[in-house]
């Protein structure tokens, strides 16, 4: 039996029902909570959602694509026949809030520009549905705010789309610091880049719809991994800005450099760029070092330490982990590896280095102690 079809007999209950043999019942354990499978809907059905979270949830355990939310007639059909959605899970931006009344649609899954994502998050939450919206999670932490208060008003479950955060590497790492394996961490190094050639009218490169360059696109993933490369917060932040194709960048950043400041006093430096590629992460501890590069791909993602071992896990979809995690959190309440008050945290790092930029690289101390989020 294909996976696909596999999950929407599940949905269904026909196979908790008996319908179908032992063997394939055995499969999703019993009594453990995750009996259901989670439907999830897509909105917004553009180049992420056709390329890699679609066809994750062929590969998802605890959860399964059962409806679309596009704008674009044309992509209905196609993607109706494609993964047999069936037409009463297919709805358009107007229409969406209507969702509140189907049963098949446990999670929203908001993958829009940046600026439409506190909007279908919070209508989500209003809808009754749980919600994970992608990285950045908004434009602002005014807008983060709003998308928690909506979701803890309507008491559905938050999450961002961080798929790094159920990376076995992220827990190799944040492993080797709890275990202090190297020591105490001094230094960290993380990149994240690409070269941007696309069209120069694209969303990413439009401020209203992006919110930001660089920063807000690849620089969360480097302030994540700084993050729990070190497993502290930063407490001050230091900032630049650099541009070498201001005809192409009219409306946002290209090139920022970033310095943090972390409580046990060690440093932290992240670059992020729309116009040179970077990903790799590097961690000097008092008794060595290990790193990642690549670091904040797809994957494979490879790593090396001090030591002379190579950090190597079987690659498996980030995304299908990443949405399983999450299903995994509504279905057992186990942790939410990635809740929106990560989310806020990151987008209140984002704002001081952009203040920062502003005021000739000062110093912006951060206050995120009391956060609760560390990693
Ligand atoms: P994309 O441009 O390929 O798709 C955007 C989608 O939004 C399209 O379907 C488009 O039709 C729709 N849309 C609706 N209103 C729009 C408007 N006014 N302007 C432009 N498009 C509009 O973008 P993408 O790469 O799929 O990114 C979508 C979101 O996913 C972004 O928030 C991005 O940061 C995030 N993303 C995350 C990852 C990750 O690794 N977690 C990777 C890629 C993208």
């Not at 961080?162 to 990149?191: A, C, W």
């Not at 984002?350 to 956060?371: C, P």
Request: net charge neutral.
């Amino acid at each position: 039996m294909k996976r696909r079809d596999f999950n929407q007999l599940l949905s269904k209950g026909l196979i908790g029902s008996g319908l179908i043999g032992p063997i394939a019942f055995a499969k999703t354990g019993s009594a453990t909570g995750l009996e259901k499978k989670l439907g999830i809907a897509l909105v917004g059905l553009g180049s992420y959602s056709t390329y890699q979270l679609a066809p994750a949830l062929m590969d998802t355990e605890h959860c399964y694509l059962a409806g679309i939310v596009t704008g674009t007639k044309e992509k209905e059909k196609i993607w109706k026949e494609k993964y047999s959605i069936p037409e009463r899970n297919i709805y358009n931006y107007e229409n969406f809030d209507t969702i509140a009344d189907n049963d098949d649609i446990d999670i929203v899954y908001v993958v829009l520009p940046n600026s439409m994502h506190s909007d279908f998050s919070i209508r989500a939450a209003k809808a009754g549905k749980h919600v994970i919206c992608e990285k950045p999670m908004a434009v602002s932490v005014a807008e983060c705010d709003a998308i928690i208060d909506a979701c803890e008003k309507a008491k559905v479950k938050l999450s961002v789309g961080y798929r790094m955060q159920s990376d076995p590497y992220t827990n190799e790492v944040k492993k080797h610091i709890r275990e202090k394996t190297f020591g105490e961490p001094l230094f960290v190094s993380s990149d994240a880049g690409y070269i941007s050639r696309g069209n120069p009218n694209q969303w990413r490169l439009n401020q209203d719809l992006s919110g930001g360059g660089a920063l807000v696109n690849m620089g969360v993933y480097s302030i994540q991994t700084s993050i729990y490369g070190t497993g502290s917060n930063p407490i001050s932040v230091s900032a630049q800005e650099f541009s070498t194709r201001p005809e192409y960048f009219k409306d946002t950043d290209e090139t920022i450099t970033a310095q943090f400041e972390f409580p046990n006093g060690a440093a932290g430096h992240m670059f992020t760029s729309h116009n040179a590629n970077g990903n790799r992460l590097k961690v000097h501890c008092s008794d060595g070092w290990f790193e990642l590069d690549p670091a904040h791909s797809y994957g494979p993602i490879s790593g090396r330490t001090s030591k002379g071992n190579v950090i190597s896990f079987p690659h498996r979809s980030q995304q299908a982990l990443q949405m399983d995690d999450f299903a995994k959190h509504i279905l057992t309440g186990s942790t939410n590896v990635a809740p929106g008050a990560m989310g806020k945290r990151d987008m209140i790092i984002v704002e001081a280095i952009y203040k920062s930029i502003k005021k000739d690289g000062a110093k912006q101390i951060l206050d995120l102690g009391t956060m609760g989020i560390v990693t």
